[in-house]
């Protein structure tokens, strides 16, 4: 293996009894980026997180976490990571401070340091206020950001973060993906595991499509939209009789067959640069009038449609990878 | 050196987070207090009157058992905790925190004794006002208390463990239920042994309940000690430290070394 990546594993193997959660997972991410791991409950993902954190031997297979060997050197690991899970791991009894001055004492941080961090955490998580607050008290959004500042008390060069906005609304999700965002732009790398496709597609570098305990893509974001074809121009036609004529005007741009469906005309185009406004002058040329037009990339949904012949979030019946 | 030095901070850190615990989620502490002291009037006047204690006071009999027996439960927090925490995915957080692998455990138990301390004086308490009366000395009664903490210190490891093997709080909760009560009733707690039938009251002689209460009674109210207060002392001493070495292999199982 090669030394400069902050994640790398190669080969991981882990079974519990007859299921297979992992068949030989390589996973790479260079240091200061986002690695996401995306794939629908029960894919292997919490397992992985839960090998390279030194939770879980694997059966088979290595990994390193900024240079130090996940099975052989786990103490010394414990220093180097953070962890924020989808449980939202902080003690309901403490207060939001307290929380996060004990992980600061527990990580062994200087005299003073962990009060010192606490209050700079909560500050940064905009929870300064109800820091004082017993955290039985708090919001799931809150208790969130809390969990995630807890994993930050250290300043790991390395996080982990397991579906770090599972159940959360869509605002207190923004907040913690700027949040996320933030950390990176300081050089931390983060792995992310998510079955939220918008959430990989807006906060991963490379992302690893994990399924059935094996990585079945890998890739940036449009390296895999890419896989599953180019892009399209999406017209919707003023009169639904022109289509005839719309083929005909649009068919020297295209890549493949124009189709029609549901009354909008999918394009698929090679070359993206003017394509909108070469098409929009062919179309006025074969007095074709138009209500809308627009290109339309592949989303992460269709590449994962694409790859497993399922949809991302729907649920597998061994969804539990505890 | 100094992993054993981690080992004693982290411990503090933690026993500090469950000392807090206390005054924040008072209804537990009142069901620990409660129970005991209903416990005490139940079998003061409704069965009392009806066993036969040659020498003593019923009162005075039942006093040091219901105190054994109290501390027998008193760890009853760490298994619900220690279930909950795992529940949670708090012990996930320890675990990959390069922290001590004893310290969420043994500041659990640690906590224990803050809890055992409060209810041993509301039950004393109570037991004197209703007629309970020490017939020995001052060191007597000193060693008999801190008996009395080191059993129930031993308790806590028990269930420590079962916290950890449980499937969930309420799972924690019946499997205490289930191996602890029947021993506590199954010994000289309540009633004289020689009143059971002969296979019970074997397995009452030999029970360390038995052991434990009976040092208690010598201590408090002069029953002849006889080996029971070095029994005791070797029960609870060694019940500690093989469910705290059994406790801490089983929260380390799961981690890589």
């Known amino acids: ?322 | 050196m100094s992993g054993f030095r981690y080992a004693v901070s982290d411990t503090l850190v933690l026993a500090k987070r469950n000392f807090l615990r206390i005054p924040r989620a008072p209804d537990l502490l009142l069901a620990f207090t409660v129970q005991p002291l209903m416990f005490v009037l139940l079998f003061a006047y409704v069965f009392g009157g009806a066993i036969p204690t040659p020498g003593h006071t019923y009162i005075d009999f039942l006093i040091p058992g219901i105190l054994v027996q109290t501390m027998a439960f008193g760890g009853f927090v760490t298994a619900l905790g220690i279930a909950e925490d795992l529940k949670k995915g708090l012990i996930d957080r320890f675990r990959s925190l390069p922290m001590s692998r004893s310290a969420v455990l043994a500041g659990r138990t640690l906590a224990d004794i803050a809890t055992n301390i409060i209810q041993i004086v509301v039950m004393l308490g109570v037991g004197l006002i209703i007629g309970f009366g020490f017939s020995t000395s001052l060191p007597e009664i000193v060693l008999g208390l801190l008996i009395l903490l080191l059993f129930g210190y031993a308790f806590s490891w028990i269930f420590a463990f079962m916290g950890l093997v449980s499937s969930s709080p309420e799972a924690a909760q019946s499997l205490g239920f289930i191996v602890i009560f029947p021993l506590t009733f199954v010994s000289s707690a309540f009633v004289p042994p020689e009143t059971m039938p002969a296979s019970l009251q074997w397995f009452a002689e030999w029970n360390p309940i038995s052991i434990v209460v009976n040092a208690i009674r010598a201590l408090f109210i002069g029953d002849p000690a006889g080996n029971t207060v070095w029994g005791a002392i070797a029960w609870s001493a060694g019940i500690a430290l093989f469910f705290a070495v059994l406790a801490v292999y089983k929260y380390k199982r799961a981690v890589v070394r």
């Open chain 1, 1 to 322: 293996m090669s030394g400069d990546a902050a994640i790398e594993a190669r080969g991981l193997v882990k079974s519990y009894g007859k299921v297979q959660a992992l068949c030989g997972v390589d996973l790479t991410a260079p240091a200061g980026t986002v690695l996401g791991l995306l794939g629908p409950n029960g894919a292997g993902k919490t397992t992985a997180v839960r090998i390279l954190t030194t939770l879980l031997p694997a059966d088979g297979g290595e990994a390193r976490v900024a240079g130090i060997d996940v099975m052989s050197e786990a103490p010394k690991l414990r220093t180097e990571i953070g962890l924020a899970g989808q449980y939202a791991a902080v003690d309901e009894n403490l207060t939001g401070f307290e929380n996060l001055d004990m992980v600061g004492r527990l990580y062994h941080l200087p005299k003073g340091e962990p009060a010192r961090r606490a209050e700079k955490l909560l500050e940064d998580f905009e929870l300064d206020e109800a820091g004082g607050r017993l955290v039985r008290t708090y919001s799931g959004g809150m208790r969130r950001r809390l969990d995630l500042a807890a994993a930050l008390v250290a300043e790991p060069p390395v996080l982990f973060l397991d579906e770090p906005t599972t159940g959360l609304d869509p605002r207190s999700r923004l907040a913690l993906w700027e949040t996320i965002e933030g950390r990176v732009a300081e050089g931390t790398t983060v792995l992310l595991t998510t079955q939220y496709l918008d959430e990989a597609d807006r906060l991963a570098d490379r992302i690893s499509v994990i399924d059935h305990g094996v990585v079945i893509a890998e890739g940036s974001s449009d390296e895999l939209k890419d896989q599953v074809g180019g892009e399209s121009l999406e017209v919707t036609l003023e009169r639904s009789d022109d289509v005839g004529g719309a083929i005909a005007a649009l068919t020297p741009l295209a890549s493949a067959e124009p189709r029609p469906e549901d009354g909008i005309l999918r394009v698929p185009v090679s070359v993206r640069k003017g394509a909108v406004a070469d098409a929009v002058r062919r179309l006025e040329q074969a007095g074709v009038g138009i209500d809308d037009i627009s290109m339309r990339r592949p989303t992460l949904d269709d590449v994962f449609l694409e790859l497993t012949g399922h949809a991302a979030e729907e649920d597998e019946e061994d969804g539990e990878e505890r």
